[in-house]
């Protein structure tokens, strides 16, 4: 079965630090992998995806396959980053299957 | 607008009431998907549209859910007879296309209809 596992419900830092979110994942062909993020009071949005290779707001992701994960990492962290991470896989068809979600807070 | 734009923002149903949530995808979008969101939980997916033939709707809980976009823009989700379980954030997502692997174009979300049933 095709399934998104992000273990940290929670996840705090200080302004400054480095932030990894983590996200596994479990399908055995190639998948898609995206970071989409919510802002308080503001919609889903995509952060980044993995085919893009790039970095969006200091953000990267690496697919890892041998590792089965595509974790979200920056090196110095913002107030300005705190938000709803939600990771999410694209497999056999184009609906998203998404994780149950990382809070990140960066405090100053 | 620019963006996908879905009605009510909010709604509220006795149990055994139907309701209709309405989503407005950005023009030209082809692609449209809906996904149910429960408190604490990631999206999940309900069903998708490719203009107005709906290609995929193996996330339906159950056959009180119903979902049409019968002009291939504006889709309409329809909850009948609904239940306390039904209580969730109803978004809306389209997509510029779909159907090609690697290729796919980003999903746009609309800010959701919160649904309270009591």
């Known amino acids: 079965a095709q399934r998104v596992t992000q273990p940290e419900k929670l996840l705090s830092v200080f302004k400054g630090a480095p932030v990894e979110l983590k996200c596994n994942y479990s399908?055995?062909?190639?998948?898609?992998l995206f970071w989409y993020v919510q802002y308080s009071r503001q919609r889903l949005q995509l952060l980044l995806r993995?085919?893009s290779r790039e970095s969006i707001k200091g953000f990267t992701a690496d697919l890892n396959k041998g590792e089965t994960s595509f974790h979200l990492k920056k090196p110095f962290a913002q107030e300005e980053d705190s938000a709803m991470y939600y990771c999410a896989l694209s497999a056999d068809t184009d609906k998203l299957i998404f994780g149950t979600g990382t809070r990140l807070q960066v405090f100053p | 607008g620019a963006g996908v734009s879905q009605s009510p923002r909010y709604k509220v149903a006795k149990r055994g009431q139907d309701v209709a949530l309405r989503c407005d995808p950005i023009s030209g979008h082809v692609s449209l998907f809906w996904y149910q969101q429960a408190l604490g939980q990631g999206p999940e997916f309900l069903t998708y549209f490719q203009n107005e033939a709906q290609l995929d709707k193996s996330g339906l809980p159950s056959d009180r859910f119903f979902a049409e976009r019968p002009e291939g823009s504006v889709s309409t989700l329809k909850i009948q007879r609904t239940q306390q379980e039904d209580s969730a954030v109803y978004l809306c997502a389209s997509s510029l296309e779909a159907g090609r692997r690697y290729s796919n174009q980003p999903q746009h979300f609309g800010d959701g209809t919160r649904l309270s049933i009591l």
């Open positions: 993995h085919i």
């Open positions: 399908y055995s062909g190639s998948p898609e």
